[in-house]
């Protein structure tokens, strides 16, 4: 009888610990979940910027070609 006692309590225990586990690893995956989605916005608006920098890149040299096309007049 006391071996099934104690039996009984290690299973009860390792239960109990495998339960504790799956919470843990269920909490782990959804901190994961939102890293992920974090990256991905983080990613868009890096890749927006980008586009937006480039636009003014591109004005900017559109603008400069216009002043020295004002220059190459008055001289």
Do not use: F, H, Y
């Amino acid at each position: 009888r006391p071996r099934i006692v104690s039996s009984e309590n290690k299973l009860r225990l390792a239960l109990e610990l495998t339960l504790t586990s799956e919470e843990a690893v269920q909490k782990l995956k959804e901190a994961l979940g939102d890293a992920w989605k974090e990256s991905d916005s983080s990613a868009l608006r890096e890749q927006l910027v980008q586009e937006k920098l480039q636009e003014v890149l591109i004005k900017c040299d559109g603008l400069g070609d216009i002043s020295s096309g004002l220059t190459d007049d008055a001289a």
